[in-house]
C-alpha cells in the first residue's frame, strides 16, 4: 500500500518539491542530490519497503514546515 501510493501521490509531490524548493533543502535538512537519485530508483521500479517508505516522513516534514511557516 505504501509503494502504490507514493508512486501515485508521492513521486509528483517530490518532483515538485525538487523543483519548486523546500524549506528541508534550503535548510540543508534535505539533500536535493540524495532524493532525486532516491527518485531515479522509484522510478526505475527498485522499490524497497525497508529504504523508500521514508520518503512519506520527508513529504510530512515538508509539508508540515510549510504550514508553519506561513
Do not use: C
Not at 519548486?20 to 537519485?37: C, F, M, N, V, Y
Amino acid at each position: 500500500m505504501v509503494e502504490e501510493s507514493l508512486h501515485v501521490h508521492g513521486l509528483p509531490l517530490l518532483r515538485r518539491l525538487l523543483e519548486q524548493g523546500s524549506p528541508l533543502i534550503e535548510e540543508k535538512l534535505l539533500d536535493p542530490d540524495g532524493l532525486r537519485a532516491v527518485l531515479g530508483e522509484m522510478e526505475a521500479g527498485l522499490y524497497r519497503e525497508d529504504r523508500h517508505s521514508k520518503l512519506v516522513e520527508v513529504i510530512t516534514l515538508d509539508q508540515a514546515a510549510r504550514a508553519f511557516l506561513s
